[in-house]
Nanobody, 121 residues
């Protein structure tokens, strides 16, 4: 069965950095686009970034463009999210999800349990 397990969250000061990881299993990872989405308290699911199969293309929400980088290691079936210059607006639970599109408009049916990122001084 499809499994996605996120890690790497935590509490960081404004301007700091974190790198999230998502280990996957149960599907042919190399064939899939992969995404990160997030949900802040009291808000809906927000698309963050998507990477195409074979890492040919990467797409970002305007709110994170230039600060976040999505990558994946096909040998490890793992996708990453490097987050720099974090602000309080980035505080949310971050989910790794299978699939995605260049615009983020996608039914993120398969995602993990998430990892909490809190940006606070």
């Amino acid at each position: 069965q499809v499994q996605l397990v996120e890690s790497g969250g935590g509490t960081v000061q404004p301007g700091g950095s974190l790198k999230l990881s998502c280990a996957t299993s149960g599907f042919t990872f190399i064939n899939w686009w992969m995404s990160w989405v997030r949900q802040a308290p009291g808000k809906g699911l927000e698309w963050v970034a998507t990477i195409s199969d074979l890492s040919y293309s990467r797409y970002y929400a305007d709110s994170v463009k230039g600060r976040f980088t999505i990558s994946k290691d096909d040998a490890k079936n793992t996708v990453y999210l490097q987050m720099n210059s974090l602000t309080s607006d980035d505080t949310a639970r971050y989910y790794c999800a299978r699939g995605g599109t260049s615009t983020g408009n996608y039914d993120y049916k398969y995602r993990g349990q998430g990892t909490q990122v809190t940006v606070s001084s």
